[in-house]
């Protein structure tokens, strides 16, 4: 208690004596206070034609132009999980109300774009990309959903793509990684070898895709750099 009161009469004395730092005082103390926020980690992938990223981040948090996350086949079977949890939460059940066999069923390439509401999510819009169902799921299904992110996103005109897969998130757990981060990006790198074909042809006339960033949890970054890394490798020998 008396500790208390020396460090009151202290800080009074100094507001005192000096008023014009109160205001300096106050900014101070708050920046003590305050722990500054952590960045995440984020790998870049080596020699790919478009610029490659994976960063340890979940697709609730990104800010963003374009967040795309997939979902499963709308069943009782395929429960939200993670991070697509999170996102259906932060979005009061949104996510819940569509995924039903007469809305948005979740077939393979199906997609489904929302304007998340004012202090929800921090990307400006989310696009979905359906998987089909999660019973026969294979990584080779991943190579069409990366054609897709590709192609709609150079259709919404968003220079900087951000990409989650989200399958173990949508509960399947039985494939590794890097063999989902292999097909999704040999699919996206498919869809734009066509684009620059259509372009170089003067038969398409908008922004192109600058870079990805690529969304994996902390303990699947390197894992998934690794896929990317190996798609990269075999784009660039065709």
Known sequence: MRNRLIVRMLLGAVLTLAP????????VAQTVGAMPALKPTALRVANSPIPMFVLVQSPAETRTELQIICLFRSE?????HGSLLEMNEKLKGLLDQIRTSSLFRGDLGETLLIGP??????????????????????PERMELVGAVAYREAARLGIAHLFFAPTVIDGGVRKYSTDQISEQVVTGFLRAARTE?????????????????TYLAGPQHAAEAQHGIEK????????
């Open 20 to 27: 014009g730092l109160t205001g300096r005082f106050c900014a």
């Open 76 to 80: 009782p079977s395929n429960p939200l």
């Open 117 to 138: 509401p004012a202090g929800s999510l921090a990307a400006k819009r989310v696009l979905i990309i359906g998987l089909g169902d999660s019973e026969t799921f294979v």
């Open 196 to 212: 620059k074909i259509v372009r170089d042809a003067g038969a398409s006339h908008g922004p192109t895709i600058l870079d990805l």
């Open 231 to 238: 798609a990269v490798a075999a784009d660039s020998a065709k």
